[in-house]
């Protein structure tokens, strides 16, 4: 395959493990794969043992138990997101990248490197960069989420400076929504008109017809964060409508809550490797009355665009942005308030209304299928980045 077809393929683990970015990583190079572009793979967490000396490793984390969830990092944030941290990341990726065979790049010139994430900028010449980002660190720290938030304030200050550095390293800065937009602008000085909202696409491989049981509704909850996610809240929720709708169900998927409560099934943690459980998982979503997470932040959650692909109407919260994957009254309800109470009477409305719920649902999969698929997504990428990608590609053809 020639040079100017390839691009090099750059995330913080394995670009095509299916647990890299919750999926977003393998989906997208699969598809550009798919339009004729080959990805080389580099995962840039290059942590070694011999980093272990120099305070890599979370030790008061260990020492206090704390390893469960994302907010319990096994790595320590102030080693890794330290401007020294950062750095070092940096350098062990340009040596991966001059480690490269030379067929990789021929008289046409070097493919570009696409980034999902903002964790390494090369320090090479003649290579083109580009990145893509869910969050800026200046809104996970805001919001008291990732590793980020665990850090120290110099660190912080630094992490936010590497950042800065990285984006303006990019042609074009990628983001999956207007919300993680407003941040590279408004906190990184980054021009408006070099970042480009590309969005997301469902993670689904199957398309399964909707399948409710109507003497047997339920609200389905996916997330391997039970807390991070909303469940407390969502249970909350639960509970008043279970008043109204003695039959009415909630059932939760990706995690395990020790939670003992009437009318909660927990199905847990479903692989999506093992065909068998894949299957289950989409068919809770098909069976689904209406999809529900309620997280206080959430960059942008897949799981929205999941149920959007099943025909599932969604009810959750307008934070971050969640108004820009479901649209409140066309495609779900989103409740102005983390109030149990008001997110309770949305799912109400759509346990009660039928028609209400067949028309949230057909418009919510209507709009993943015409803008959040990852063909979609991996095209408009191609279109940004332009030649001589797009010269070769199917887009173009």
């Known amino acids: 395959m020639a040079a100017e077809r390839r691009v090099i393929a750059v995330a913080t683990r394995d670009p095509f493990d299916p647990a890299t970015f919750s999926g977003l990583s393998a989906n997208l190079f699969a598809n550009l794969r798919a339009d004729g572009v080959l990805p080389i793979p580099i995962a840039t967490r290059d942590i070694r043992v011999r980093d272990a000396f120099s305070g890599a490793v979370n030790l008061a984390g260990i020492a206090r138990g704390e390893f469960s969830g994302r907010r319990a990092p096994k790595i320590n944030p102030n080693w890794f997101w ?4 950062l750095e070092r ?8 990248l001059l480690r490269l065979p030379a067929s990789v790049a021929d008289s046409l010139g070097r493919p570009p490197i696409l980034q999902i994430g903002t964790h390494v900028r090369t320090s090479l010449l003649g290579w083109r960069s580009f990145c893509l980002t869910d969050a800026t660190v200046a809104q996970a720290v805001a919001a008291d989420e990732f590793s980020v938030a665990r850090a120290s304030r110099r660190v912080v200050a630094e992490a936010m400076d590497y950042q800065r550095e990285v984006f303006h390293s990019c042609e074009k800065v990628f983001v999956l929504s207007h919300w ?15 970042v480009v909202v590309v969005g997301a696409g469902a993670n689904v491989d199957q398309a399964l017809p909707r399948s409710v049981d109507r003497s047997r509704p339920y609200v389905l909850f996916v997330g391997a964060d039970w807390r991070q996610k909303g469940g407390p809240l969502l249970v909350d929720a ?38 068998a459980q894949r299957r289950r998982l989409f068919e809770a979503y098909a069976g689904a009355t209406v999809f529900s997470i309620l997280p206080a932040f959430d960059a942008f959650p897949n799981v929205l665009l999941e149920a959007g692909w099943y025909g599932v109407p969604v009810v959750s919260t ?17 409740a102005t308030e983390r109030d149990p109470a008001q997110i309770a009477d ?9 028609a ?3 028309r949230l649902g057909s418009q919510a999969a209507r709009r993943v299928s015409e803008l959040f698929t990852w063909p979609v997504v991996a095209r408009r990428l191609l279109r940004e980045i332009g030649s001589p990608l797009l010269a070769q590609s199917s887009e173009a053809r």
């Open 82 to 85: 330290s401007r020294r941290g």
């Open 89 to 96: 990341m940096s350098r062990r990726f340009d040596t991966k």
């Open 180 to 194: 993680a937009k407003s941040s590279v602008v408004a906190d990184y000085g980054y021009p408006d008109e070099r």
């Open 238 to 275: 639960f509970r008043i409508l279970r008043r109204r709708v003695p039959t009415a169900r909630l059932v939760v998927v990706g995690c395990s809550p020790d939670i003992v409560e009437p009318g909660v099934e927990v199905l847990g943690r479903l692989d999506r490797r093992d065909p």
């Open 318 to 334: 307008d934070e971050g942005s969640r108004p820009e994957a479901v649209v409140d009254g066309l495609t779900g309800l989103l």
């Open 346 to 354: 949305r799912l109400l409305w759509i346990f009660q209304d039928q």
């Open 356 to 358: 209400l719920a067949e």
